[in-house]
């Protein structure tokens, strides 16, 4: 069954106790309508930036109920489609990102999103798109989280590996999962080194399930080059290691291989990656392709 | 001109008191032998492990002094080929990589390769080749550094991105660089996570010069992706910070942007990377593609 949310039902942190705004049964797609992670304040440069409310940031839209899912279930989001506004924005300054404090005041760029041919202009430089969404989780397990913080719920993973085509599994705390998102991204790269892409509003279809037969206490990502394991931490050190010793975890029993040798082959094939690196948290992930997968006829489906 | 060198001249750690093994004019080419890392020690996967020497590990072959190149400049490495031997190792053990924690003893595995299908078998895993050069580098600016570890100078920077077609700049601290390089693998994954590649003797063929017009504190490598600043620190968050501002502070003066527009589109286009994470100091690279650069007519050659 085909669903949509819109935009009005935003929250600012995935948390047990949110309300759900639909409820849907296992295997449903839903539309869902998000606002920009600034809610729509910033709607020129010379937005009186100032003025920015910080506690109407990452909005997330939900939460939705899906029927059945249990705690200790995973859920699969398939990411079905990501449309794009036609406008977006950026934004930098002092404290913000990698270069926070060599900036003096802060600055917003406004950008007209070629969303059919896929492209931006950047003071006349012609960028590709690359559509991502920042924001996506379930309810965590015990307090509250702030949108703007990732965790093994998902939130704020800013992963350009959240895109269409690509399957998201997430470890479900509560019954019903309560999942939601939001903070989408034209552009960005691997990162985000100012603490902004190119941020914009969207209209997101995704499709949401239980898993077949997929366990992980960390968001995963299978697309089309392979198997991204994603674990945030405050260490980018502590997380890649965690993020190459949960994908062994996941995969070795399909091996037939000693330790030793799963160990060897990593080393050759995986690749430790990074989401973000200016998030509270920290988000690495680890990738081994998919030719490995089916060399051991490891499927998730 | 055209010289050789083989791997007779080798050494376990760069300074700027080691005598010169050969000495060249800027624009010379260098045929240099190398053992793999374990200087051959390994011949077989029963070979003794405990009987290892630790001290004969990451032989370089070198050093190398260009006549003309002055403490200051930068030295310009192209890598115009690398040839491999035809059998190369792994090992892994207790305490050694992310997963040394789990491991009960010490095992090596061999490998056949087949450098002319650029395929080597992993228990029947047909995997394709990436030869890459471990260690390389030149005299640091003060006491001698282990051919095991990264520096500014170069030296154990594990990096993909070193291979057949590369340019690497390396600041030069002493008169004539001091220049060499070894521990060369047919194939890794960023991070090289079980602390070994696939380790291999080769032939390397390089072309030594001084930089015309870059400018760096740090190793750089540019390909036909684009180029690449590779930072090397205790913590991997530091080295991710250090990598992009270097690289901001490289090719900010060539766009014409604010600071603010720079940090944006850097957070945009930029990839923040990861060589290895298991030697004493971890590298990141930060990264910009040949597109970018071209847009804004920064070349180095």
Redesign the interface.
């Known amino acids: 069954m085909k669903h949509s949310l819109d935009k009005s039902h935003y929250y600012y942190a995935m948390s047990k106790d949110n309300e759900a705004a639909l409820t849907v049964a296992m295997g449903d797609t839903v539309e869902i309508e998000t606002y920009d992670c600034f809610q729509g304040q910033i709607t020129s440069a010379e937005t009186v930036l100032d003025a920015l409310d910080w506690d109407q940031i990452n909005p997330a839209t939900g939460p939705i109920h899906v029927e059945g899912i249990k705690a200790g279930d995973v859920l699969k989001v398939t990411i079905d489609d990501i449309a794009l506004d036609s406008s977006g924005v950026?934004l930098?300054?002092p404290g913000l990102?990698?270069?926070g404090e060599?900036?003096e005041h802060m600055?917003a760029?406004m950008f007209d999103v070629d969303t059919a041919g896929g492209r931006v202009s950047?003071?006349?430089?012609e960028?590709p798109l690359n559509p991502m969404i920042g924001v996506i989780g379930v309810a965590p397990e015990n307090i509250p989280v702030n949108n703007g913080t990732p965790e093994r719920h998902g939130g704020n993973m800013d992963s350009k590996k959240i895109t269409t085509g690509a399957e998201l599994y997430l470890p479900v705390f509560h019954d019903g999962a309560l999942f939601g998102l939001g903070d989408v991204h034209a552009?960005?790269?691997?990162?985000?080194?100012?603490?902004?892409?190119?941020e914009i509003g969207a209209k997101i279809t995704v499709t949401l399930d239980k898993a077949a037969n997929l366990s992980t206490q960390h968001p995963v990502v299978i697309d089309q080059d392979g198997i991204h394991m994603m674990v945030s931490d405050k260490?980018?050190?502590t997380a890649?290691?965690a993020s190459?010793?949960q994908m062994?975890a996941l995969l070795h029993p399909y091996t037939g291989?000693?330790?030793?040798?799963m160990?060897?082959?990593?080393?050759?094939?995986?690749?430790?990656?990074?989401n973000q690196?200016v998030d509270p948290l920290?988000t690495a992930r680890?990738f081994v392709p998919r030719h490995?997968l089916e060399?051991f006829n490891i499927s998730f489906n």
Chains 1, 2 share one sequence.
Do not use: A, P, R
């Open positions: 950026m930098t300054g990102g990698i270069m060599s900036l600055e760029k950047f003071n006349g430089l960028l552009k960005m790269g691997d990162g985000e080194i100012s603490v902004s892409g190119l260490s980018l050190d890649v290691e190459v010793k062994i291989l000693t330790l030793s040798e160990t060897m082959l990593m080393s050759l094939v995986g690749e430790t990656q990074i690196v920290k680890f490995v060399h």
